[in-house]
């Protein structure tokens, strides 16, 4: 396309949205002069002006990038649509048929069984396996069929199999195949795994602890104690009615409870509120540009938690190497709205009330 057939085709796109935003100035930019910007000022609502916006610019094969500049609007429109993939994934499947073969093998691992009698009783683990699974699978869901609902395209969640304890698995994650449209949906789509996560765990951790017994703590026995939070603290005291561990007693956990506490585990680390994490998605639509310093200050923080368990110092690195990007939505005019940022710190507590400062260690 030449320069002036460019130039038409931005001037004709800026009529076409005359009714939501005032364009003052048209440019054409990028190597191939493809690249259209226009300035002005927003007619209407800023979220319904994206909506119409990206709607007219769709037939002209162009995806709409609205920001905020020198006190104007920037619409900056790029050759490119965003498409969701189609087909099969047997990836995501094969990886999950994996992970639970993964998880059996570790559950029946953690009921004291050998290669041999994981082999003799597969489904040995199947408590802890199920329940654990459980809690990852509603993690996924929640992003996924909220991501759905918004309109947004994702693949299905890749789970990721390792047969070692005291899980089994890594987790899963859940690829993002189109931007998020703005800061209200990197919120919602953000906070809707670890809710939907939580929803099965702590149930599922009341009915494992009701299962489990209190008994005396043997120090140096080389046994394995699992980390406190606020919120598993609290849960232990409404079930038992006592501050655990103390005076030299504990809960040893059904593997029901003890997969219950690993979905809180999981859920805390994923809120933690720095680059593409979920708590990061989070901080992100509460502070926008800013959370690059938090998401500089979560490495640190995560270093110095190193000292306290080695564990912290891979999510240091993990932090460092992926965790300094945000990823920003199309439209980053639009804010949210009051009751959406009460909320989002709503999220940010629960981090706190989740967060423990050692995983697992010796007694």
Known sequence: MTQQGSLDLAHEMAAAIAGVFAVESVTTGGSDGRLIRMQGQLVVDSQQAYEQIAARFK???YTALMRKANGQVLITAIPRLFAPRSGVDYAAIGLFVFTVLSVLFVGGLNEGLNLDGVLTHPLAGLPFAASLLAI????????????????????????????????GTMGSVIRMQAPMRNRR???AIGAAGPLAGLLVAIPLL?????????????????????????????I???????????????VMLHPMAFAAWGGLLVTMLNLIPAGQLDGGHVAYALLGERTRWI?????????ALGLVQQSWLIWALLLLVLGQRSDEP????TELTMGQ?????????LFVLLFMPRFLYEI
Do not use: C, W
């Open 341 to 349: 940022k009460a909320f989002a710190m709503g999220m940010l507590l």
């Open 136 to 167: 990852l699978m509603a993690h996924e869901a929640g992003h996924y069929l909220m991501s759905r609902r918004m309109g947004v395209a994702v693949s299905l969640p890749y789970f990721i199999p390792l047969p070692l304890p005291p899980f």
């Open 185 to 187: 949906q990197a919120l």
């Open 59 to 61: 037939p002209y094969g």
């Open 330 to 333: 199309l439209d980053e005019v």
């Open 295 to 303: 998401n500089r200050l979560a490495v640190i923080a995560t270093a």
């Open 206 to 234: 009341i009915i494992g602890l009701s299962k489990s017994v209190v008994a005396p703590l043997v120090p140096g026995s080389g046994g394995l104690m699992e980390g406190n939070s606020l919120l598993y603290a609290a």
């Open 236 to 250: 232990k005291y409404l079930v038992f009615g006592r501050m655990l561990p103390g005076g030299g007693y504990d």
